[in-house]
């Protein structure tokens, strides 16, 4: 696998680049981001034929203990599903994040071996993202427009945590440091996600809500217009996802590239030079490096 070249890219580019990676790759990325919601689809599914249940239930006059311990365990299993679907989301985020370092840097990936790399991060991802929504609440809290600017500036952080083996708190300095300057490029990737998303979600699941109003009075088919309507839900879901992670993953090698010249810290290792360590301040690293002999 070959190499991305390794050069300052503009912002077309970076938003071109993103999707190049995800077309080529679609069933690396696609397989990585259907784990959690796979865990969440069982969930809505279950809830979605509820009513079916019940009708069942009252048909065979199902005892009332009968039925508080089949709802009890429904719940139970609900909130196992729950968590499992979070630990899952977790690992598919810093699986995409790897997938993209590896195929940035021409080495070969897999959906297992991605995984498998995340195994002993999943608590620092899970503590960037608290961070991150902590402050994002507060900003939003504050006036709309101060939530939107820490979510462009605190958007690198994870790739920041997991390449760099950062704790979440200095992840998240380490993004400010990298992305100012240039918060608008992150806002731009964003605005790309989420015109995905509704894009997608008008054509997997607004036709089945319009059936679901159409076809009020008829239970089954509400039922089936909902069973239906959480299998769209589950396929935009996987679809989408991978498209932020891909974009902010390669907006940090960008960003690095620009302010630390990390095109040159490659290719000097690359012909057997040992260049200093970055500094986790946002400004240059050294250029030039210790001979490796």
């Known amino acids: 696998m070959a190499a991305l070249d390794l050069r300052p890219l503009s912002l077309g580019e970076l938003l071109d680049r993103t999707f190049f990676l995800y077309r080529k790759h679609f069933f690396l990325f696609v397989g990585i981001a259907a784990i959690p919601y796979s865990f969440f689809f069982i969930i809505n599914l279950a809830f979605s034929l509820l009513p ?90 504050a006036l709309f427009f101060p939530g939107v600017y820490l979510m462009c500036r605190i958007c690198v952080a994870t790739p920041a945590a997991l390449l760099e083996d950062l704790a979440p708190a200095a992840s998240i300095r380490r993004s400010f440091d990298l992305t100012r300057d240039f918060a608008g490029r992150a806002f731009m990737i964003y605005m790309l996600y989420f015109t995905m998303v509704w894009g997608i979600v008008a054509v997997f699941q607004l036709p089945f809500v319009v059936l679901m109003t159409v076809s009020a009075k008829n239970t089954q088919l509400v ?16 679809l989408v996802a991978p498209v932020s992670t891909i974009g902010f993953a390669l907006f940090y090698y960008d960003l690095r590239i620009r302010k630390e010249a990390f095109d040159l810290q490659i290719m000097m290792q690359s012909i057997g030079t040992d260049p200093a360590p970055a500094q986790a301040t946002g400004g240059a690293a050294p250029l030039f490096g210790r001979d490796a002999s």
Do not use: C, D, N, P
């Open 52 to 141: 079916i249940f019940a009708g069942a239930a009252s048909s065979v006059r199902m005892q009332s203990s009968g039925f508080v311990a089949a709802a009890a365990g429904g719940a139970v299993l609900a909130i196992v599903a729950i968590i499992a679907g979070a630990v899952a989301f977790l690992f598919s985020v810093g699986a995409t994040v790897h997938a993209v370092s590896e195929i940035y840097m021409g080495r070969e990936t897999s959906i297992r071996g991605s995984l498998r790399w995340v195994r002993g991060k999943a608590v620092t991802i899970f503590g960037v993202l608290f961070l991150s929504g902590l402050l994002m609440i507060a900003g939003f809290i």
């Open 223 to 238: 039922v089936l217009w909902t069973v239906l309507m959480q299998v769209g839900h589950f396929i935009a879901s996987a």
